[in-house]
C-alpha cells in the first residue's frame, strides 16, 4: 500500500538498533546498493526484490527520502512467471509435434527438457507482474512501520532492511507496550527534565522508580483473566465451561509463577490485546469514551464491526455488529474475546477510523482525516504526521488500560463489566 492515498494498512517492527551520528551519507549508498535490479528474462529467476524510489517505481537510481526523523523506503518486488496452465498446454502441443516427428514417445527427460524451453520462450513474453510495498523508519522511536500486512512482503522487506542497514528488527505488539509502559514513569521524568533543562530530585526519581519496579512486578505477574479466557459463568453457557482445563480463580499468579505456553499467549502477553479490545467495548460502547493525553485529549466510538472468537482452532467466531450491543455482549460473556474491532477516533475537528486487531495491534483499513497538502512531499509528510497521531491515541488508550489492568482496580472492573452483560442478557 501506498503512503500517499487511499486507505492503509499497518504493522510495526522494533528497529533494534539506533543508527550512527553520521548516518545519512552511508545509508544513501546503502539503499542506492540494494536497489531494485531488473529480472533477465534470459534466466530462470523468477522474482527480484529491491528499493525503488517512494515518488516513483520505476526509479531506481535514487536516495533515500528523509522526512523530519523519517526515513521513507519503498519495497518493488517483481515477479516473472508464466501461467502454469499455459505452460502445460504449450508443453503437450511441443511434445505432440516432436513425437510426431519422431514417431516415437518421449521420455521424461526430453519432456523435462521442453518444458524448460517452453518456460524460457513464454518467459520472453510473459508481462512482469510489480508491487510496491511502503515502509517509514522512525529514526528517534526506533520503529518501522510496513504499510502492508502480506507476510511474504513483510518477510521480504525485513530482511531487505538487515542486509541493507545491518540491523535486525523485533515486532512490536501488546506484550512490548506493556514493556514500555511499566517503564514508563522514570523515562517520562528524565523526558521532562531534559526538557526544562533541570534535574529531577532524588525524591522524585526514587518514587518514579518505585512505581516502575511495582508495575514491572505486577507485569509478569500477570495472568488472563479468567472470565474473559472461559466466559462469566451463572451469564450464560460458556464456551470452556466444564473442560479439565478451564481456567478459574485458583490460577498462579505469583511473579515466579511458571508461565504457559498455550494459546493464551501468555509467554509473549498476546492475552493483553484482546483483553484490552474487550474492555475498550465496554468503555466506548454507546457515546464513546474520551481519554486524557499528553498533548490532546481523545474520544474513541466502536466502528460498525467487532471480531469476537474463542481460543483453539476451530473455535467459534462472529463478526458481530458495533451498533448491536446484545450480539456483542452475549458473546463476550461465553469466554469469547474481541480480536478485531472496528473504531473510530476524533481529536478536535479531526477524525479517524481504522480496523485494530488483537494480536499485534496492526491496523486496517485506515481512514486519515482529509488533507491540505497538495504536492506530494507535503502530502506524505501530512499523512505520515497523521498515521503517527492515531497510532499514538491507540498506544494511550492502551495506557489507560494498563493503568487499571496492572492495579487493584482490576476485580472491580470485572464485576463492572459482569453486571454491564448481566443487564444486556438479562433484558
Known amino acids: 500500500?501506498?503512503?500517499?492515498?487511499?486507505?492503509?494498512?499497518?504493522?510495526?517492527?522494533?528497529?533494534?538498533?539506533?543508527?550512527?551520528?553520521?548516518?545519512?551519507?552511508?545509508?544513501?549508498?546503502?539503499?542506492r546498493a540494494h536497489a531494485l535490479v531488473s529480472i533477465d528474462r534470459g534466466r530462470s529467476e523468477t522474482?527480484?526484490?529491491?528499493?525503488?524510489?517512494?515518488?516513483?517505481?520505476?526509479?531506481?537510481?535514487?536516495?533515500?527520502?528523509y522526512v523530519e526523523g523519517h526515513i521513507l523506503l519503498s519495497l518493488r518486488l517483481d515477479v516473472l512467471k508464466p501461467d502454469p496452465s499455459e505452460v502445460k498446454k504449450q508443453v503437450k502441443l511441443a511434445a505432440q509435434r516432436l513425437e510426431a516427428e519422431r514417431q516415437a514417445p518421449l521420455s521424461k527427460a526430453a519432456l523435462r527438457d521442453v518444458k524448460a524451453m517452453v518456460i524460457l520462450d513464454l518467459r520472453k513474453i510473459t508481462p512482469i507482474k510489480t508491487r510496491t510495498v511502503d515502509a517509514v523508519w522512525n529514526?528517534?522511536?526506533?520503529?518501522?512501520?510496513?504499510?502492508?500486512?502480506?507476510?511474504?512482503?513483510?518477510?521480504?522487506?525485513?530482511?531487505?532492511?538487515?542486509?541493507?542497514?545491518?540491523?535486525?528488527?523485533?515486532?512490536?505488539?501488546?506484550?512490548?507496550?506493556?514493556?514500555?509502559?511499566?517503564?514508563?514513569?522514570?523515562?517520562?521524568?528524565?523526558?521532562?527534565?531534559?526538557?526544562?533543562q533541570c534535574g529531577s530530585t532524588a525524591d522524585e526519581r526514587a518514587g518514579a522508580e518505585r512505581i516502575d519496579a511495582i508495575r514491572l512486578k505486577m507485569l509478569r505477574a500477570c495472568r488472563p483473566t479468567p472470565e474473559l479466557l472461559g466466559g462469566f459463568r451463572g451469564l450464560r453457557p460458556c464456551v470452556m465451561a466444564g473442560a479439565p482445563d478451564a481456567p478459574d480463580s485458583a490460577v498462579d499468579t505469583t511473579p515466579d509463577a511458571p508461565a504457559s505456553t498455550d494459546d493464551a499467549g501468555v509467554t509473549d502477553r498476546r492475552f493483553l490485546g484482546r483483553e484490552f479490545l474487550t474492555w475498550l467495548v465496554m468503555k466506548a460502547e454507546g457515546d464513546g469514551t474520551t481519554f486524557e493525553s499528553d498533548e490532546e485529549d481523545f474520544k474513541v466510538n466502536l466502528g460498525n464491526r467487532v471480531l469476537c472468537k474463542a481460543l483453539g482452532d476451530g473455535s467459534a467466531e462472529i463478526a458481530a455488529r458495533g451498533d448491536d450491543p446484545l450480539e456483542v455482549r452475549y458473546a463476550i460473556a461465553g469466554g469469547l474475546t474481541v480480536r478485531e474491532l472496528d473504531v473510530l477516533f476524533s481529536s478536535g475537528d479531526r477524525a479517524w477510523s481504522l480496523a485494530v486487531s488483537a494480536e499485534n495491534f496492526d491496523l486496517k483499513r485506515v481512514k486519515l482525516p482529509a488533507l491540505l497538502s497538495e504536492e506530494d512531499a507535503e502530502r506524505a509528510h501530512e499523512r505520515l504526521d497523521l498515521l503517527n497521531a492515531v497510532d499514538k491515541m491507540l498506544e494511550c488508550a492502551y495506557g489507560h488500560f494498563l493503568n487499571v489492568r496492572l492495579s487493584t482496580e482490576w476485580p472491580a472492573t470485572m464485576a463492572a463489566m459482569r453486571v454491564w452483560l448481566k443487564d444486556s442478557i438479562e433484558a
Not at 503512503?3 to 545519512?24: H, I, N, S
Not at 522474482?47 to 527520502?65: H, P, T
Open 139 to 196: 529514526l528517534n522511536a526506533q520503529r518501522l512501520y510496513i504499510l502492508s500486512h502480506s507476510k511474504k512482503a513483510n518477510e521480504i522487506l525485513i530482511g531487505l532492511f538487515a542486509q541493507t542497514f545491518g540491523i535486525n528488527m523485533d515486532s512490536e505488539g501488546p506484550g512490548f507496550w506493556a514493556e514500555q509502559y511499566a517503564h514508563g514513569m522514570a523515562n517520562e521524568l528524565d523526558e521532562v527534565a531534559a526538557k526544562y
Open 47 to 65: 522474482q527480484s526484490a529491491g528499493w525503488c524510489s517512494v515518488y516513483d517505481a520505476q526509479k531506481l537510481d535514487f536516495d533515500a527520502e
Open 1 to 31: 500500500m501506498s503512503l500517499f492515498k487511499g486507505t492503509l494498512a499497518l504493522r510495526r517492527y522494533r528497529v533494534m538498533q539506533k543508527p550512527p551520528e553520521d548516518w545519512r551519507e552511508p545509508y544513501d549508498r546503502a539503499v
